[in-house]
C-alpha cells in the first residue's frame, strides 16, 4: 500500500535543471539494499555537497512539490530514485517531461508526475523563487493551481492514476481482484497440480 494522492497542496521548491537522471537522484553507492527504506537522505547526495544547491536553502526545507526541468529521470531504470523522492517528503514532480520508465516508477510508488508545458513549468519555476510558493495539485480533476489564479489541466496515466487516487501498487491492485482470480483457478482446474507438476512424468496413454 502507499498513500493515496488525491488533493495535495504544499510548498514549492524550483530544481530548473534539464536531464536529471537517476544517478544524479540517488547514486549508486546507495543501492546495495533491497528494502524500500533510508533512501530519503541520500536523495542528491552528491549535489547536496554544495551548501547553494537549491534543496539545501533555508527556504527549501518542508518542500513536498519539486519542479524542474525537461526529461527528468533519465538514466537507469532504478526504482530506488523515486524511493528516495518520496521519502526525502515530495508528493508531486513537475516537469516539461519525464524519463518513461521513471514515470512509470512514480505512479506505482506514491509519488506523482504531472507534465505540463514549458512555459508553464517557466512561470512555477519564477514564482518559487519567492521561497514561500504554494501549489495545489488536484489528481481527481487533474489541475494544478494557486492563490493567484494560476490554473493549468494535466493529464495523467489513467491507470497510474487509479492506482494513485486509490494508495494501491501493482500488487495491492492485483489483490482486488483475488476473488475473480480464485473463481479462474476453481474454473480452470488450476487448484492443485497435475501429477506431472508433482514431479512425475504424467500418464502415457
Known amino acids: 500500500m502507499?498513500?493515496?494522492f488525491v488533493r495535495h497542496r504544499g510548498k514549492v521548491v524550483a530544481l530548473p535543471r534539464a536531464n536529471v537522471d537517476t544517478d544524479q537522484i540517488i547514486p549508486k553507492q546507495f543501492l546495495k539494499g533491497v528494502e524500500r527504506v533510508g533512501?530519503?537522505?541520500s536523495l542528491f547526495y552528491d549535489w547536496r555537497a554544495n551548501p547553494d544547491f537549491e534543496l539545501n536553502r533555508p527556504a527549501a526545507q518542508g518542500a513536498t512539490i519539486l519542479v524542474t526541468?525537461?526529461?527528468f529521470g533519465c538514466g537507469s531504470s532504478r526504482e530506488h530514485a523515486v524511493w528516495a523522492l518520496a521519502q526525502?517528503?515530495?508528493?508531486a514532480?513537475?516537469?516539461p517531461s519525464?524519463?518513461?520508465?521513471f514515470l512509470a516508477n512514480c505512479y506505482r510508488n506514491g509519488v506523482l508526475p504531472v507534465s505540463?508545458?514549458?512555459s508553464d513549468v517557466e512561470v512555477l519555476i519564477r514564482n518559487a523563487a519567492s521561497g514561500s510558493y504554494e501549489l495545489v495539485v488536484d489528481l481527481e480533476t487533474q489541475l494544478v493551481s494557486d492563490d493567484s489564479g494560476v490554473s493549468v489541466a494535466f493529464s495523467a496515466d489513467p491507470y497510474g492514476r487509479q492506482l494513485l487516487l486509490r494508495g494501491l501498487d501493482e500488487i495491492g491492485r492485483t489483490l482486488?481482484?483475488?476473488a475473480s482470480i480464485a473463481a479462474y483457478e476453481q474454473t480452470h482446474g488450476m487448484g492443485s497440480p497435475s501429477p506431472a507438476g508433482r514431479g512425475g512424468q504424467g500418464v502415457r496413454p
Open 98 to 101: 519525464f524519463a518513461d520508465i
Open 39 to 41: 533512501f530519503g537522505s
Open 88 to 91: 526525502y517528503g515530495f508528493r
Open 2 to 4: 502507499v498513500t493515496p
Open 176 to 178: 482486488l481482484e483475488e
Open 69 to 71: 526541468g525537461p526529461n
Open 116 to 118: 505540463l508545458p514549458a
Open 93 to 95: 514532480i513537475i516537469a
